[in-house]
């Protein structure tokens, strides 16, 4: 089976067309890019204020729990209520862009909040005797030292939805998720396991950059924080 994934990834083929391996990663990365951006416009805001204020903080649970729902089966949900009403490729799209937003707000509304939350209350108190007001100490000082928290969540969410958006294939999303789901629909296994293979490429190829763009972004005093904790 090795042998045969290995020929399908490397078949002309497969590097051809619509359902070639270049198209089909492009549109899983834009759809990754898309909803880790709109996920995060909600997010990261809320997870700051929720942090900042100290209100609010049954929304950090309400977005944790979200995690327990069935990710197929909320998918399939959504797809069923507002597939009708909607026309064209967008009755697919729609639906799968909006359940992978719900499923990457958690790891980022966390991470925004606790990282927000983590700071010592001796820089908050610093930052009041400098006379600076509630959004300058939010962005100046809070925001700052909450980067190595936000960060993290946001590679949580992006492994979130690389993932998540491989099972959106079932009810019509592109991606590299086609290739498990069509692999397995006419027995073609080695593309199924191709599929996975590029996959969990994607997944630790994102994961490593992410973790690259970190080390540049955190000050080295940052991290050595967050490594004693």
């Known amino acids: 089976m090795t042998t045969r994934i290995w020929e399908w990834l490397t078949a002309a083929s497969s590097w051809r067309g619509p359902d070639g391996i270049p198209a089909r990663l492009g549109e899983h990365l834009l759809y990754t890019g898309i909803v880790v951006a709109l996920a995060a416009l909600i997010a990261v805001p809320l997870g700051l204020w929720v942090g900042h204020t100290g209100r609010g903080r049954w929304l950090v649970s309400l977005g944790n729990s979200l995690r327990a ?10 797809t069923l209520v507002l597939g009708p009403r909607i026309t064209g490729q967008l009755a697919f799209v729609l639906p799968s862009i909006g359940v992978l ?14 990282g927000v939350e983590a700071v010592d209350p001796g820089v908050r108190d610093a930052a009041r005797g400098m006379g600076m007001g509630g959004l300058q100490r939010l962005l100046r000082v809070e925001l700052p030292n909450a980067v190595p928290l936000l960060l993290s969540g946001l590679r949580s969410a992006v492994l979130q939805v690389v993932a998540t958006a491989t099972i959106a294939a079932y009810v019509g999303l592109g991606g590299l998720g086609r290739y498990l789901i069509d692999g397995l629909a006419t027995g073609d296994y080695a593309q199924t396991g191709g ?9 630790l190829a994102l994961d490593t950059l992410l973790a ?18």
């Open 101 to 114: 937003v719900l499923l990457a707000i958690p790891p980022l509304l966390a991470g925004a909040y606790a």
């Open 212 to 229: 690259l763009g970190s080390r540049t972004v955190i000050s080295p005093g940052l991290r050595l924080t967050v490594a004693r904790t």
């Open 195 to 203: 599929g996975a293979v590029l996959v969990a490429g994607l997944a």
């Open 69 to 78: 729902i069935p990710t197929l089966g909320l998918l399939f949900a959504v």
